[in-house]
Antibody, heavy 119, light 108 residues
Framework: EVQLVESGGGVVRPGGSLRLSCAAS????????MSWIRQVPGKGLEWVSN????????RYAESVKGRFTISRDNAKNSLYLQMNSLRAEDTAVYYC????????????WGQGTTVTVSS | EIVLTQSPGTLSLSPGERATLSCRAS???????LAWYQQKPGQSPRFLIY???SRAPGVPDRFSGSGSGTEFTLTISRLDPEDFAVYYC?????????FGQGTKVEIK
């Protein structure tokens, strides 16, 4: 079964840091670009960051550029998101997703992990 | 940056009725890299449509997508009780890969 399982969410104070992890299974991980997408509770979806199959190319939304770092370890079938200088507006459910890899978009989603930034 | 605007915000319909959801892009979406997702309360989004009109594996044929350029449509031919949810369009032609704000399909 193709599966993505996130972990690492929690409550953190403004200015703090958190590292999210995503464990992939059921597919050849290093064949795919991977992304993080977030959703404020009750609101819409926001793409956060993307990394290509071998980790050489990364992309970030303007809202997180310079604060978040995406990485992957293909030997461990794992994706990561290091989040620094966290703000209240980063509070959201963070989803690990497969893709996009053309012609397909974000075709597999994890169950999400919740990040709450609060004092 | 391509901005996607979905309409209407909420669609109130009865089971068995036809639903038509619109997604308008601020500039042309190249190669029709436009996707649709369904999200039910407490669940992750589910991928429905890619390339504007191709159904993802396992998606019922009552779901269909159409459009090109800046105008796209998701049609649900006959609403099943399990189809009441929020639907998002998303372009994956150009980074940043933006989503529309969503259309909620609710039971009338």
């Amino acid at each position: 079964e193709v599966q993505l399982v996130e972990s690492g969410g929690g409550v953190v104070r403004p200015g703090g840091s958190l590292r999210l992890s995503c464990a992939a299974s059921g597919f050849r991980f290093d064949d795919y670009d991977m992304s993080w997408i977030r959703q404020v509770p009750g609101k819409g979806l926001e793409w956060v960051s993307n990394v290509n199959w071998n980790g050489d190319t990364t992309r970030y939304a303007e809202s997180v550029k310079g604060r978040f770092t995406i990485s992957r370890d293909n030997a461990k079938n794992s994706l990561y998101l290091q989040m620094n200088s966290l703000r209240a507006e980063d509070t959201a459910v963070y989803y690990c997703t497969r893709g996009p890899i053309l012609p397909f978009p974000f075709d597999i989603w994890g169950q999400g992990t919740t990040v709450t930034v609060s004092s | 940056e391509i901005v996607l605007t979905q309409s209407p915000g909420t669609l109130s319909l009865s089971p068995g009725e036809r639903a038509t959801l619109s997604c308008r892009a601020s500039q042309s979406v190249g190669s029709t890299y436009l996707a649709w997702y369904q999200q039910k309360p407490g669940q992750s989004p589910r991928f429905l449509i890619y390339g504007a009109s191709s159904r993802a594996p396992g998606v019922p044929d009552r779901f269909s997508g159409s459009g090109s350029g800046t105008e796209f449509t998701l049609t649900i031919s006959r609403l099943d009780p399990e189809d009441f949810a929020v639907y998002y369009c998303q372009q994956y032609d150009t980074s940043p890969w933006q989503f529309g704000q969503g259309t909620k399909v609710e039971i009338k």
